[in-house]
């Protein structure tokens, strides 16, 4: 009994936590649908800030256009609600201009790799100070449930109605590659381990991914006969390996599954910083 | 008096002088001929300075990175050129409708597509209007010499910064790779205007209210009001809309915060106006040509005259009824297929005779040709 008590007395805390950082004025509910994995993230987030101790001064929030691009608009920060895929772009100018100030990027598979694949790569290449969350859900739910760059192949979408002939993106091989000093993936069901890696991403200096499994049931979840939200996550739980798991399985057993956890970290310098050398050394020439 | 301040400089760079003399200290931009020199001396310039360049992936980015610069409260430009210009019309649009002040300069080559890279044109005049999709209203200058490149940047950031919105400059690759010998203003000698701050406390503050002059106070990130900017159409709060009656607030906001004050921010040079008959109406390089072949043909007794525009839009519809009401023929030389000469068509009473010269191979009017014009509608 008194274990119960115990933890409801915790989920209020972390549940309280989260309501302290909605923004004021905004009516609610959310735009996404009863059981999407944005809420997950978007709580996790939450407690990664506030477990870092950030104030809601230095934080500024800046997304494109998909479903998961509206989060910004639901939470106390400055907030930049730009155009489709093109948030890293303008996250860039505020980092820059303000280097002091925390710059989250909330993105979708869509948003990201396929109209702003181009950014993500050079903010990648840059390794600017800017935390992506990209929330890949394998589809494009805002409008309706289309084939995106993360879509399997195979799979059905409104406009892959005979299953997908294009290969998927590995987002987080694509920012390693492109440069980012900072690569985890997590998923919508493991949300302790999420929430410490958006933490180790936002007290990481250089450009961080966390890439979040997600689920929309709605169109991915109807359209490939995936079940309801609940049957998605336990999904995502049935499918995933750890990175220190997968050193103890063979190539065959990681078959269908997908690595969860940190998968690339490193120390190599950041944009402003290399910039602000060239002022020092410049400052005040004629 | 040696004047010290005297130097040789190209039409880019004096773009580059006008911006830091305004204040400006962020730069984002690509490379693209022929407006390259500004991005260029912005590198060398703005670390100086404390200033900010980057060199972006793209157009597209430039300007993202521009309004996310203004909105943490820096003044913030980019250059390009047609192309480049193309690009960035949907992100103009997204710093219409947040009312984030920036200046996007457009050193204009011909057209359409890649087009002639090395070669003048005056063909985005309309696109520079009307460039972003939807409804909006937009301030354009126009220099015609490198030391009007210098005052026109100068006064581009200041309507920038007193109305909330984006200006573009709209040069030309004459202007743009042109060398003249001017004198770079003194400080104080030119108004810098900053962007009116929020002062209230944060719980009352609204980005977007109606003020009587239609501008909203702002505040920059990091500052204590942690404001939404959202692309969609918003109320007052930058909360999404989709209610009647607040999108037309709004839109009508976009307007009227401009149009209310058009008087103000029109600029126009008038030459030997006084007692013309015909009157020429030009706005940028061409407006060079046109002045010399006003004097020789006054020489020959011609009452002839020349109206600039140096802010192109608005259009100044009051200003040029007035300065032309004695003429009853009016020349429109343009560097397209005729753009800006609809405008005066639409302004000036019908029995105003209008004629549009037009070049459009890449090369200027000259001073010859534009006297040809003037004796053919004689």
């Given at each position: 009994m008194a274990t119960v008590e115990k933890t409801k007395s915790v989920e209020k805390q972390k549940s309280d936590v989260v309501l302290n950082y909605f923004r004021p004025r905004k009516k609610l509910p959310t735009v996404w649908c009863a059981g999407c994995g944005n809420?997950?993230?978007?709580?996790?987030?939450?407690?990664?800030?506030?477990?870092?101790?950030?104030?809601?001064?230095e934080v500024a929030m800046v997304s494109g256009i998909g479903c998961t691009s509206r989060m910004p608009i639901y939470l106390d920060f400055s907030a930049l609600h730009t155009t489709h895929g093109r948030a890293l772009a303008f996250a860039t100018g505020i980092k820059f201009a303000k280097p002091h100030m925390k710059v989250i990027v909330i993105t979708g598979d869509g948003d990201c790799l396929a109209i702003g694949g181009n950014h993500f790569i050079h903010a990648c290449r840059r390794n600017i100070d800017i935390t992506a969350i990209l929330i890949n859900n394998h589809i494009y739910g805002m409008t309706g449930g289309q084939g995106s760059p993360t879509t399997p192949s195979g799979s059905i979408s409104t406009t892959t109605p005979y299953g997908n002939v294009e290969k998927n993106f590995d987002p987080c091989k694509l920012a390693e590659a492109a440069g980012a000093s900072f690569v985890a993936r997590g998923t919508v069901y493991h949300t302790p381990q999420l929430e410490k890696a958006i933490t180790k991403a936002l007290d990481h200096n250089g450009f961080s991914l966390v890439e979040v499994i997600s689920n929309c049931h709605t169109y991915y979840g109807r359209l490939n006969r995936r079940g309801d939200a609940v049957s998605m996550l336990n999904a995502f739980k049935e499918n995933s390996v750890t990175t220190a798991k997968a050193k103890k399985l063979s190539p065959e057993e990681m078959e269908g599954k997908f690595l969860i956890g940190t998968l690339h970290e490193d120390d190599r310098t950041e944009f402003c910083d290399e910039y602000q050398k060239v002022v020092d050394a410049h400052m005040g020439e004629k | 008096m040696v004047d010290t301040q005297r130097t040789l400089l190209l039409g880019n760079l004096a773009a580059v002088e006008g911006a830091i003399y305004a204040g400006m200290r962020f730069y984002a931009g690509y490379p693209i001929t022929p407006?390259?020199?500004?991005?260029?001396?912005?590198?060398?310039?703005?670390?100086?300075?404390?200033?900010?360049?980057?060199?972006?992936?793209?157009e597209i980015s430039s300007i993202g990175a521009v309004v996310g610069a203004s909105v943490s409260g820096m003044k913030a430009m980019t250059a390009t050129s047609g192309p480049g210009f193309s690009l960035m019309q949907e992100n103009i649009g997204y710093a219409y409708i947040t009312e984030t002040p920036c200046v996007v300069i457009n050193v204009q080559r011909g057209g359409p597509s890649t087009g002639l890279p090395t070669k003048v044109s005056q063909s985005d005049t309309m696109q520079a209007r009307w460039g972003p999709h939807g409804d909006y209203t937009a301030i354009v200058v126009a220099p015609s010499t490198v030391g009007d490149t210098v005052t026109e940047t100068i006064r581009a950031f200041n309507l920038s910064e007193r109305f909330r919105t984006p200006v573009v400059v709209l040069m030309d690759e004459i202007i743009g790779h042109q060398r003249e010998l001017i004198s770079l203003p003194k400080p104080g000698e030119h108004q810098v205007i900053n962007r009116v701050k929020a002062t209230v406390p944060p719980e009352e503050f609204q980005p977007f209210r109606l003020t009587a002059n239609g501008v909203s106070p702002m505040a920059a990130y990091g500052e204590g009001y942690r404001t939404i900017s959202t692309g969609l159409t918003h109320d007052p709060m930058g909360f999404t809309t989709n209610e009647p009656k607040e999108i037309k607030v709004k839109l009508d906001k976009l307007r009227n915060k401009i149009m209310d004050f058009r008087s103000e921010i029109t600029k126009l040079r008038v030459e030997m106006m006084d007692d013309a008959?015909?009157?020429?109406?030009?706005?940028g390089s061409v407006s060079r040509a046109v002045l010399l072949a006003v004097a020789l043909a006054r020489s020959a007794g011609v009452k002839v005259g020349l109206v600039q525009l140096y802010t192109v839009w608005p259009f100044p519809d009051n200003k040029l009824r007035d300065y032309c009401q004695k003429c009853h023929k009016i020349i429109v030389p343009e560097l397209n297929m005729g753009q800006i000469v609809h405008e005066i068509r639409r302004v000036m009473p019908p029995d105003t005779e209008i004629h549009s010269l037009q070049r459009y191979d890449g090369e200027i009017l000259t001073p010859m040709q534009i006297l040809e014009k003037l004796e053919e509608v004689m």
């Open positions: 809420g997950i993230v978007m709580s996790a987030l939450i407690r990664a800030i506030d477990k870092l101790g950030y104030s809601k001064d | 407006s390259t020199e500004v991005a260029e001396g912005c590198s060398r310039e703005l670390p100086k300075i404390g200033g900010r360049f980057i060199q972006m992936e793209d008959e015909i009157a020429f109406v030009s706005y």
